[in-house]
């Protein structure tokens, strides 16, 4: 299953493990992150991404229980209109009701589920629907950290659930576990990953509940365009590293190769293996660009835009204007 979620989640796990930019920089690459996909806000990406840098990041800190460290972090504001749609219910049960019906403005590879077992209880079943391995087992710790200090940090209560359950096996040491959930009762080798809840903590009422922007949210949400993905072809990654990086200057194929975690050499190979070039590719994502320039801002002058699209001065770019039309 090709599932993808949004290019936050890398980020925030390397926000919260405090690494330094060397290794940062040494990670996104081993997990063939591109550096300029980290630099976008809403770009949505596979899923296999973070699976892989929780492996790596587990091997280098050589921190078994990264994933509850990094979980425990989740405070507001990180996961965008996501978060907001959560903070502005007025109850926890609401809020969680809001995460699972927004999951996918930042991943499709939760399922996320709350229903009540009794008049006393109700689970929140976390499902992953793509990933195996130990990448696997460190996300769901995540994703299960992060829903109950969510739910802490949004009531101002210690909420603490009545009983947690993963299928992963069980570790040599649960002590971490307790510590972050609150409760003894974390069974392994379970069905399902699970977070048991008390009825009545369901009912408490969150500090920033707001009806009035939580309207306002949801009306903007149902206009939002889908956000982009990662491409996964080099014609495409190029052109998406061309966006960003044209306007700051003259843009090199090194500098793009740079981005993608590549050498110049393997650039040009892949992109003639797709039937095209980087000279091609410059011109077709300044020509991109010109256009929605011109769409946009239609009082720019002719140096902007030539700035713009990284050309030093008017005359170059009515060069490539009179190029582009001749191949149309």
């Known amino acids: 299953m090709d599932t993808v979620e949004s290019i936050s989640f890398p980020n925030f796990i390397l926000d919260q493990t405090g690494v330094n930019a060397a290794v940062r920089r040494q990670l996104t690459h081993a997990a063939q992150l591109p550096d300029w996909v980290l630099n976008t806000a809403d770009t949505m990406v596979s899923s296999n991404y973070q699976l892989r840098l929780w492996e790596l990041l587990e091997y280098e800190l050589a921190e078994p229980d990264i994933a509850l460290r990094v979980g425990a972090r989740n405070t507001l504001g990180h996961f965008g209109?996501?978060?907001?749609?959560?903070?502005?219910?007025?109850?926890?049960?609401?809020?969680?009701?809001?995460?699972?019906?927004?999951?996918?403005?930042i991943t499709?590879?939760?399922?996320?589920?709350?229903?009540?077992?009794?008049?006393?209880?109700?689970?929140?079943?976390?499902?992953?629907?793509?990933?195996?391995?130990?990448?696997?087992?460190?996300?769901?710790?995540?994703?299960?950290?992060?829903?109950?200090?969510?739910a802490r940090n949004a009531t101002g209560r210690h909420v603490h659930p009545i009983r947690i359950r993963f299928r992963q096996p069980p570790p040599r040491r649960h002590d971490r576990f307790v510590e972050m959930f609150g409760t003894r009762r974390v069974d392994f080798g379970a069905p399902t990953d699970?977070?048991?809840?008390?009825?009545?903590?369901?009912m408490l009422p969150l500090r920033t509940a707001d009806p009035?922007?939580?309207?306002?949210?949801?009306?903007?949400?149902?206009?939002?365009p889908p956000p982009p993905r990662l491409e996964i072809?080099?014609?495409?990654?190029?052109?998406?590293?061309?966006?960003?990086?044209?306007?700051?200057?003259?843009?090199?194929?090194?500098?793009?190769?740079?981005?993608?975690?590549?050498?110049?050499?393997?650039?040009?190979?892949?992109?003639?293996?797709?039937?095209t070039t980087?000279?091609?590719?410059?011109?077709?994502?300044?020509?991109?660009?010109?256009?929605?320039?011109?769409?946009?801002?239609?009082?720019?002058?002719?140096?902007?835009?030539?700035?713009?699209?990284?050309?030093s001065d008017p005359g170059t770019l009515r060069r490539a204007r009179?190029?582009?039309?001749?191949?149309?």
């Open 81 to 105: 209109v996501h978060d907001y749609l959560f903070s502005t219910a007025p109850t926890l049960g609401e809020g969680l009701a809001r995460s699972e019906e927004y999951a996918e403005l």
């Open 108 to 150: 499709t590879n939760v399922g996320f589920a709350v229903l009540g077992d009794s008049e006393d209880e109700a689970s929140a079943d976390i499902r992953l629907l793509s990933g195996l391995g130990r990448g696997r087992q460190l996300a769901t710790q995540f994703a299960l950290a992060a829903v109950v200090t969510r």
């Open 194 to 202: 699970q977070i048991t809840f008390r009825a009545s903590d369901l």
């Open 212 to 224: 009035v922007l939580a309207d306002i949210l949801r009306r903007y949400t149902a206009l939002l």
């Open 233 to 275: 072809t080099w014609t495409g990654q190029v052109h998406q590293a061309l966006t960003l990086l044209l306007g700051d200057g003259r843009v090199t194929i090194d500098q793009v190769a740079r981005y993608l975690a590549t050498s110049r050499r393997s650039l040009q190979r892949r992109l003639a293996d797709e039937g």
């Open 278 to 311: 980087w000279s091609r590719e410059l011109d077709r994502a300044r020509a991109t660009l010109l256009e929605q320039r011109v769409r946009h801002s239609p009082d720019d002058t002719q140096t902007a835009l030539a700035r713009r699209i990284g050309y």
């Open 322 to 328: 009179h190029r582009w039309s001749a191949r149309s």
